[in-house]
């Protein structure tokens, strides 16, 4: 069986190293490869969309300094910088709790922030945003 070693150095605060070996073998899930290839500057964005481990439902700020979007149902690589017009609209009518919201809400919200959700069912999916 082929495997790899690989030494992960951490530096502490007085400047001592730590060193942790970490053993990859052909049956280990450790090492993931992805492909990414340049921005698709007229795609248009996909929600939701899967992305590693996650789904997402609006742009995503995932090891880049702006958020983005996958133009796949499952990310394949293919992806562009969003815009105004690319970030995910609220859903209406959206179901929360046991009522039926036709606009943004601040209920349930501690700090009176008005929200929606970005899908029909709320209760089941929890997925939403702040309003603007």
Same mark, same amino acid.
């Given at each position: 069986m ?23 073998n ?18 248009? &964005?996909v #929600? =939701?969309?899967? /992305?590693?481990n996650?789904? @997402? ?22 992806w562009k910088?969003?815009?105004a017009?690319?970030?995910?609209? &609220?859903? #209406? =009518?959206f179901? /929360?709790r046991?009522?039926? @919201?036709?606009?943004c809400?601040d209920?349930?919200?501690a700090f009176g922030k ?13 997925i939403?945003?702040?309003?603007e």
């Open positions: 082929d495997s790899l070693m690989l030494l992960f150095v951490e530096t502490t605060r007085n400047s001592s190293a730590c060193i942790f070996p970490v053993i990859l052909e049956l280990s899930s450790t090492v993931e490869t992805i492909t990414h290839f340049p921005e698709v500057k007229d795609g248009e &964005c #929600f =939701p969309f899967h /992305y590693k996650g789904t @997402y439902y609006d742009c995503i700020k995932s090891k880049a300094r702006h958020k983005w979007c996958s133009l796949n149902k499952t990310y394949a690589g293919y910088f969003c815009s017009e690319d970030f995910a609209n &609220c859903v #209406f =009518p179901w /929360y046991r009522l039926i @919201y036709w606009e809400t209920d349930g919200e008005k929200w929606c959700s970005l899908t029909k069912n709320f209760n089941k999916d929890q939403w945003k702040y309003c």
